[in-house]
């Protein structure tokens, strides 16, 4: 069976090469033909010709280029993660206000006013009020963004306002703090509507984001019937067939952080040996079926 991998052009560092390998490597032992195009190549290709899809079953899209993703499902591909998919996870403002909306727990979060160009009184009010509702300090995150690089914590009304001028009053949203948490949160990987592996994570700075690239340390954990809850609700609400869904320990019980559509699959193969990219290749296999 040949199945066609997509990810992106600009990602060509050890980490994603040796994601692609794990994949490779995991296909072949299930007999799948799986061939590898980034998302720019693959552009034009199709510009060149539009039925170089067709001599795949299937396209594992671990990429978000939702557009190409998009037109692949416009040319009849099956396509998984699918674009609408892919858009919920991508746009953190956008996961927040679906999980919401299926009333899964989330932190409580205020996305800053579109504005067409910014001015400081236009946000006045806005930041007074939010400083009120999560006091300081709070988190600011942009909508888009990965490995924590575009989260920030904020100790005043001053360092909030230097990160809306220099966003230009774009893209940002604030959120409630959970110090109990500082550091620390769970990753689940869901595939299908299974719980397949899970790790616990914790930065070993004194930085508040625990993600691996930012230099945490990670161990197996095994997640309460709670987390195995929320995580699933998260997958389905979001449209994903995999994901891994970031949940943080609150004191109040489980709260999601945010869903990858892409989540890294070697963090999670070394930390609990269990080999994510093999299973999500087993379920296209089956899905496809
Ligand atoms: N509201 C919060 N309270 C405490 N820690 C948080 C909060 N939001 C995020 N974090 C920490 O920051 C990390 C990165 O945030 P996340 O939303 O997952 O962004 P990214 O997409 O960059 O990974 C999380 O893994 C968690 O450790
Ligand atoms: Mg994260």
Same mark, same amino acid.
């Given at each position: 069976?040949?199945?066609?991998?997509?990810? &992106?052009?600009?990602?060509?560092?050890?980490?994603?090469? +040796?994601? =692609?390998?794990?994949?490779?490597?995991?296909?072949? $032992?299930?007999?799948?033909?799986? +061939?590898?195009?980034?998302?720019?190549?693959?552009? !034009? $290709?199709?510009?060149? %010709?539009?039925? *170089?899809?067709?001599?795949?079953?299937?396209?594992?899209?671990?990429?978000?280029?939702?557009?190409? @993703?998009?037109?692949?499902?416009?040319?009849? @591909?099956?396509?998984?993660?699918?674009?609408? @998919?892919?858009? %919920?996870?991508? %746009?953190?403002?956008?996961?927040?206000?679906?999980?919401?909306?299926?009333?899964?727990?989330?932190?409580?979060?205020?996305?800053?006013?579109?504005?067409?160009?910014?001015?400081?009184?236009?946000? =006045? +009010?806005?930041?007074?009020?939010?400083?009120?509702?999560?006091?300081?300090?709070?988190?600011?995150?942009?909508?888009?963004? #990965? +490995?924590? /690089?575009?989260?920030?914590?904020?100790?005043?009304?001053?360092? *909030?306002?230097?990160?809306?001028?220099?966003?230009?009053?774009?893209?940002?949203?604030? /959120?409630?703090?959970?110090?109990?948490?500082?550091?620390?949160?769970?990753? *689940?990987?869901?595939?299908?509507? $299974?719980?397949?592996? @899970?790790?616990?994570?914790? !930065? #070993?700075?004194?930085?508040?984001?625990? &993600?691996?690239? %930012?230099?945490?340390?990670?161990?197996?954990?095994?997640?309460?019937?709670?987390?195995?809850?929320?995580?699933?609700?998260?997958?389905?609400?979001?449209?994903?067939?995999?994901?891994?869904?970031?949940?943080?320990?609150?004191?109040?019980?489980?709260?999601?952080?945010?869903?990858?559509?892409?989540?890294?699959?070697?963090?999670?193969?070394?930390?609990?040996?269990?080999?994510?990219?093999?299973?999500?290749?087993?379920?296209?296999?089956?899905? *496809?079926?």
């Amino acid at each position: 069976m040949k199945i066609l991998l997509v990810n &992106n052009i600009s990602l060509s560092s050890d980490k994603f090469n +040796e994601q =692609n390998k794990l994949l490779m490597q995991s296909a072949k $032992e299930i007999n799948i033909d799986l +061939e590898i195009m980034n998302n720019a190549r693959l552009t !034009s $290709e199709l510009a060149k %010709n539009e039925n *170089i899809v067709k001599k795949f079953k299937a396209i594992l899209f671990y990429d978000k280029d939702i557009f190409l @993703c998009k037109k692949m499902e416009n040319l009849g @591909c099956k396509v998984l993660n699918c674009s609408d @998919c892919i858009k %919920n996870c991508d %746009n953190k403002a956008l996961t927040y206000q679906i999980l919401e909306n299926h009333n899964i727990p989330i932190p409580k979060t205020y996305i800053v006013p579109f504005l067409f160009y910014y001015k400081k009184k236009y946000l =006045n +009010e806005f930041v007074e009020t939010i400083i009120s509702k999560l006091s300081l300090p709070l988190v600011a995150k942009k909508w888009f963004g #990965s +490995e924590g /690089q575009q989260v920030y914590l904020l100790h005043t009304k001053n360092e *909030i306002f230097k990160l809306i001028k220099k966003e230009k009053g774009k893209e940002l949203l604030f /959120q409630q703090y959970y110090s109990e948490c500082h550091g620390s949160d769970i990753r *689940i990987n869901v595939v299908g509507n $299974e719980v397949v592996a @899970c790790m616990h994570r914790k !930065s #070993s700075t004194n930085d508040f984001r625990s &993600n691996l690239s %930012n230099g945490g340390f990670a161990k197996t954990y095994s997640p309460s019937d709670k987390e195995i809850e929320i995580a699933k609700l998260s997958a389905k609400a979001l449209n994903c067939d995999f994901c891994g869904v970031d949940i943080l320990q609150t004191k109040n019980g489980p709260v999601v952080c945010e869903v990858n559509s892409n989540a890294h699959l070697l963090n999670i193969y070394k930390v609990t040996t269990i080999n994510v990219a093999k299973k999500i290749l087993e379920y296209i296999v089956n899905h *496809i079926n």
